[in-house]
């Protein structure tokens, strides 16, 4: 296993601010980070896993030691492949952390070898949430303050074929 690759996995739908800032405060942690945009199917996505992964890699664009990646399927088991065993998890308020705090512990107990790191949202993103961004967004509303402006063009663009 490698202790300087940590993985910092989501949905990304869409990349929000707060997504930003512990990808950014993940990649100071750990010199090598990969950020894994889930392709759930059970997850009813606004965007293609493709579409979110590309969005990922315009914003991040390439920064040093940042890797945009894909996967579905266990998390554990694209840990193994990728040789990872740190996890990064953001928590923006209590309600997430009972939440990330049981995942942690099934993560444990698929894979003993995955440490899961929590990082606090700062406070000008606890409220910030990809669900919230796509309503307001549907209904008018401006989110360029709580996303990238590439994120508000696709936004704008998808709910316009919706």
Request: with cysteine; proline share 2%; charged share 25%.
């Amino acid at each position: 296993m490698n202790n300087t690759l940590a993985v910092y996995p989501g949905s990304f739908d869409p990349v929000t601010f707060g997504h930003i800032d512990i990808i950014e405060r993940a990649s100071r942690l750990y010199p090598n980070l990969i950020v894994a945009v889930l392709g759930n199917s059970a997850k009813k996505s606004c965007f293609s896993l493709e579409e979110r992964t590309d969005m990922l890699r315009a914003v991040l664009g390439n920064k040093k030691g940042i890797e945009v990646d894909s996967f579905d399927g266990l998390l554990v088991t694209y840990m193994r492949n990728k040789r990872a065993n740190i996890l990064v998890r953001g928590l923006r308020a209590i309600s997430d952390f009972e939440y990330e705090f049981q995942m942690a512990l099934f993560n444990k107990s698929l894979d003993d070898n995955i440490e899961t790191v929590f990082l606090m949202s700062r406070a000008e993103y606890s409220y910030v949430s990809s669900r919230l961004i796509k309503e307001i967004a549907v209904h008018g509303g401006d989110i360029s303050s709580f996303v990238p402006h590439i994120v508000v063009e696709k936004v704008h663009e998808k709910l316009q074929f919706n």
